[in-house]
């Protein structure tokens, strides 16, 4: 006899009891696996969509909104080749390439099957062979697209209707060099370049159709054309914003070689040679960016310029129109603050030196509207005309000023009035002296009037004698780190697999949905187990009375269990894999809400399925555990009796603990009532929640304690139906606490998860909703202009427009952890007026955040709502310990953004994204010109959006009613919802299973009891309608405990949406919830009492 | 092992139960004390306290107030572990239900306790030879349930000898067997007590029965009294 024998045989014996423990530790291992499973699955999808966007690229350059050449790709790669990391020989060697990316619009063209099919958010990308020499390994080679040729992807071709061979419209929004908005800047609002290409091929993912940088899950529309083809359509010959490098190469040997390869002509600079001797470094994109003029100025002596058209400069008596004026070139003794005069305005004005003039100007402001400063400067010195032919054969180049004939024509992203634009002497002026300035300061000076967030500095001259334009170049080079003006190599591979490693974790989230199952499996079993251990009273007692320590009989019965939890373990994993591909069968097929539609792929990761089995094993092993000491505590005399059952009462000091438990319990339902009713502001949703779950636990303590009293009290007088069930069902207490318990949660949670679910409404027209009382918000393709009055037709009282930078969307619409979420630039004190998006008395407060000074320069900003903050970003909102994003600026900088709040709804339209104020915006992206969002108040939500659509068509309009919008955020949550009552639903089926197994047990072990009854005369039925109310009892009190409670959580939904809670559809659910118990114990009884042998009383 | 050595010695013993609306008491300063190889019957009727008296002898239940001692060593002063030791090492029961492991067969079920010691070889002879006296060798491979009533309880009476007990306490051992199981039952105690030298305690509310293990003793009212 070993101990090995007598737990084979305890097994055998007690099969029925393990059978039961089996059945327990399968479904909460299945359940916890499966999760698991779901969550490796997801986390894996997002790996391979992760390598199918990236292909074989390590690492990129996003340049953003400005464009170097092309040929910087070519330098770099030459670089690498120097450095020996790639051989000459290989031909189409992945290394670096150089692409063109626009935003664009798609349609198909009239006379297509498809015809008026259009797609607003396209990536166009201009490539050229050495793109696809990154595509994944194993990719499937296409052809490169020739001119006028496209590759789409298969989510284009879809939205399209496209098939190769097809035509369709391609509409960019053309890119300009120069910031949109920056003065002197053409910048036309909403150019597109149009053109019709023909679709050669549809890329499946396997031909890196999905290439992106963003990361996202989402299928990306792609529009693959030829390079050269997209530059010349869009006046950008030979220019790209992206170069993409193989992971193959180092990321630290890439910025070396663009540091030792990259010239200034690469990157929009340009040296002029003036015959006088004097070099001017120039920037395509008007502005110099500070660090390059530090760099000039280190590398020789440059002086910075800057050239502004003022709106008016006059005396006293005369005034002249749009001047050209240049600050910068004033003679060195020009005192701070004044100004020297050319000869022409000298005499146009009746000027001299010592004369004052008025000088008016318009200042951009970051709302795109102009605000016009005056000041006075005293003359210093009149300059003849000759004197300036330098600065004549100099002027910088200004699209719209340069290249017109005459002043009306002027077209220079300043507001001009038509009427002094006809000035006939300015008009004189401009035919003979063109863009040489009528009027010069310091620069110091100048720069302090005219700079703007868009720079301060035009041009760096150098005038030193024999200076020469190789060397200035290679002293930029050598003095330049090309980092600080951004090309930087960003390791977006790192990026990605980061991103996906802090992704949501659906294994967390599942378990979490699947608690109540495997919880209802665990209290099941312990329920079986606590039931089986007292029918095995005896064993343990004379087990204990021959002199086993109750430690050793402890062991003995976990090391019985063991066996069968492993077991258990073992076919549960194998299960929750089966579990695991019904969950994603469920999320792809009836749930793609709550994975944003990502195609879902079952993956196996063994480590996790002995995690899941092994903490399965361990939760069961712990229930066991603990029924086995609560068992072995008893005497071995009460043991040897069989003496399980309350039978005799408890001591009152026993009952002391729940007692305090109640206390405390009732103590927190007071709380959490008043605050649900009096104290919680605007969101008492929670407190009420609390408040129901606190009424729940105090019935189920209180239930116990009624029961422990119970037996305590004297049997009354004359013995009633109802004392006998009620007697029995405090002989059993820890059962019939049990059962109510499961049966109370169960309900508890699904009522109250299906009334949220219900009730979720969104109204939108209050401004402290989360529509901030704009009930359209319209997203462009193409920027326009904030300087309207009108913008989209609307007074500005009912259009809130919003700058946008296209970060990564860290709502529940990517299952990615954003990096660099989404960006909307605001104007705070325009939303505070409107007491949008925040209660009245917390608006203003909320909205000042976003102007609060933080050190370091860091950038406030709210968090998009309450979801983002708690599940995108999991970020702490704070405005000291907020958590930090760095964003790269459009001039090289990199800029810290700290989330300082959020806005205080679960759901706004801003969802997955983060607020900055405007000012800071343009500071942070001065390229990033003109806006692409709007908030709209109309009182015809519908009518509005389909008038935008059809109005901005060309524009790449998206408008929609904001109902709309916030539904399809709430679609997420929802389909967790529906998920979470469906897995909750099999919990209450198991729960019902198990309340059938239990009440069929206990009966089976009171058949003798039952015989008895009929031995003295009860009549059978009479017997079974008493067994059948006990269980009844049973069950239906945990119902109505977990309904009362559910009724309790769900108040405030019912008071704020009464018809969309849905209530028939709850009362049915709660019926059939009341219907599967009741059939569960109907069966039961009839099962275990259908005939009640009387030899039952002579069984031992 | 003396004759004359004191095994057993119960001092003022008093117990109770929880009971509304106040404590039940079932024993009274019950004074009592057996030598080792000695003979003890206790007589009253049912619900007197006799199993309780019997618990206590036995370490399966802790006085109230009073001592127990067995060996000289109070039972109060010893932990769960010492008293498990020695209801193992010094002390055998024999139940009025077998309390039979019903997975187990006969032999199996006779091992228990020496499993829980060290000399576990020797254990199995040992357990053979008890299987043999009580006259179920044969049996040894039966479960409790292929057996009668009265095979079971011969089964517990080897479980209970299977250490070497210096005390054998059988509480009602006859109480569930007919008259013959019962006198085979009884003379087998008998014989087992003379052939180990070692003490019995009987309880039991069969006057037959009793005056078999004599001296007797009454438990009455909760106190106990010598009969002569």
Known sequence: ????????????????????????????????????????????????????????????????????????????????????????????????????????????????????????????????????????????????????????????????????????????????????????????????????????????????????????????????????????????????????????????????????????????????????????????????????????????????????????????????????????????????????????????????????????????????????????????????????????????????????????????????????????????????????????????????????????????????????????????????????????????????????????????????????????????????????????????????????????????????????????????????????????????????????????????????????????ALCVFAVILICSIRACRRPARELLQRDFASTTAAPHTRELPFMFLCAVLLLVLAFSSYQAFFGAGDNPTPWFFASGAAALATALTAYGLFLGRLIRKPAPAHLRLWRLILAQLARRRSRSVGVALVTGCGVFMIVSVFAMQAAMTFDVAQPASGAGGFTVFASLTTPVRGSDDTPLGFSRDSVVPLRVWDGDDAGCLNLNRAQQPRLYGVAPRALSERGAFAPQDAVADLWSLLELPLEDDVIPALVGDTDTALWGLEATTDPVRGAEFEYPGDTGETFRVRAVGRLPMRLSLFQGAMLISEEQFTRMFPHEGGYRAFLVDTDAPEDTAAQLNQEYRRLGMEAAPSVERLRAFYAVERAYLAMFLVLGGIGMMLGAGGAAVIALRNMAERRAEFALLVAVGYEPRLVRRMALLENVFLVVLGILFGLTAAAIAVIPLLMQAPTAANVSALAVMILCVIAAYLAAVLITTRLALGEIPLAALRTE | MSQNTLLLELTGVVKEYPASPEPLRVLHGIDFSLDAGECAAILGPSGCGKSTLLNVMGSLDLPDAGTTRIRGNDIAAMNAAELARLRNHEIGFVFQLHHLLPQCTALENVLIPAMVHEHRDRAREQALRLLERVGLRERRHHRPGELSGGERQRVAVARALINNPALLLADEPTGALNEEAATELADLLLELRRERNMAIVVVTHARDLAERFAPLYQLHGGRLERRE
């Not at chain 1, 800047?185 to 597109?192: A, K, L, P, Q, Y």
């Not at chain 1, 008007?286 to 760099?295: D, G, H, K, P, Q």
């Not at chain 1, 009836?590 to 944003?596: G, L, N, Q, T």
């Open chain 1, 1 to 616: 006899m070993t101990l090995v024998t007598l737990i084979a045989q305890g097994i055998r014996y007690h099969r029925r009891l393990y059978l039961g423990l089996l059945a327990g530790v399968v479904i909460a291992c299945a359940a916890l696996t499966g999760a698991l499973a779901v969550g490796d699955s997801v986390r894996q999808t997002l790996f391979w969509i992760a390598e199918a966007r990236l292909g074989a690229v390590g690492h990129a350059l996003d340049w953003g909104n400005r464009y170097f050449d092309a040929a910087l790709a070519t330098a770099v790669d030459a670089a690498l080749v120097e450095t020996g990391h790639i051989e000459m020989s290989e031909t189409a060697h992945p290394g670096i390439a150089a692409v063109f990316a626009l935003r664009g619009m798609a349609e198909t063209s009239p006379g297509h099957a498809q015809s008026g099919r259009r797609l607003n958010r396209a990536y166009v990308y201009g490539v050229d062979a050495g793109f696809w020499t990154l595509a994944p390994e194993g990719a499937a080679v296409v052809a490169p697209p020739g001119p006028q040729e496209a590759l789409i992807n298969e989510s284009v071709a879809r939205t399209l209707g496209l098939a190769a061979g097809d035509d369709m419209l391609l509409r960019l929004v053309r890119p300009s060099a120069m910031p949109l908005e920056a003065p002197l800047s053409r910048g036309d609002e909403g150019d597109t370049a149009v053109a019709r290409v023909r679709v050669a091929a549809v890329l499946s993912e396997a031909q890196w159709g999905r290439f992106s940088l963003v990361t996202d899950q989402a299928m990306p529309a792609n529009i693959f054309v030829d390079q050269a083809w997209l530059g010349h359509l869009t006046g950008m010959i030979g220019k790209a914003n992206l170069l993409l490098a193989s992971d193959a190469i180092d990321g630290d040997l890439l910025q070396d070689c663009i540091a030792a390869a990259w010239k200034p002509e690469h990157v929009g600079y340009r040296f002029r040679e003036h015959p006088s001797g004097i070099i001017q470094l120039e920037s395509e994109r008007l502005f110099i960016e500070s660090a390059v003029t530090e760099a000039a100025q280190r590398a020789g002596d440059a002086r910075p310029l800057l050239h502004y058209l003022v709106n008016e400069i006059r005396t006293k008596e005369h005034a002249t129109p749009y001047s050209f004026v240049t600050a910068g070139i004033a003679p060195d003794d020009t005192p701070d603050g004044a100004v020297c005069v050319n000869q022409w305005l000298a005499d146009a004005l009746d000027l001299g030196s010592g004369d004052t003039v008025t000088i008016t100007w318009n200042e951009p402001l970051p709302s795109g509207e102009f605000k016009e400063h005056t000041t006075e400067a005293q003359v210093h010195q009149v300059v003849p005309m000759a004197a300036l032919q330098v600065e004549r054969d100099l002027t910088l180049d200004f699209p719209g000023l340069s290249d017109v004939d005459t002043c009306r024509d002027w077209d220079i992203g300043l507001p001009l009035d038509e009427e002094k634009l006809q000035d006939e002497e300015n008009e004189a002026y401009w035919n003979e002296y063109r863009q040489t300035p009528k009027l010069t300061t310091s620069f110091e000076t100048g720069s302090r009037w005219w700079g703007s967030r868009f720079g301060t500095v035009m041009a760096l001259r150098f005038t030193e004698k024999n200076a020469d334009v190789d060397e200035l170049s290679r002293a930029l080079r050598e003095t330049l780190d090309p980092a600080v003006i951004g090309l930087t190599f960003m390791p977006v591979r790192e990026n990605a697999r980061r991103a996906v490693e802090q992704a949501m974790d659906f294994g967390g989230l599942f378990i979490g949905m699947s608690m109540f199952l495997i919880a209802a499996a665990l209290t099941l079993l312990a329920l079986l187990y606590a039931h089986g251990l007292q029918t095995r009273a005896n064993e343990i007692g004379a087990l204990l009375a021959v002199g086993w320590t109750p430690r050793r009989v402890r062991a003995w019965l976990l090391l019985e269990s063991l066996p069968v939890i492993l077991c258990g373990s073992v076919v549960g994993a194998v299960g929750g894999l089966w579990y695991a591909r019904l969950l994603l069968f469920g999320l792809t097929q009836f749930w793609p809400d709550a994975v944003a539609g990502a195609p879902l792929r079952f993956h196996l990761v063994p480590a996790t399925l002995v995690q899941g089995a092994v903490s399965a």
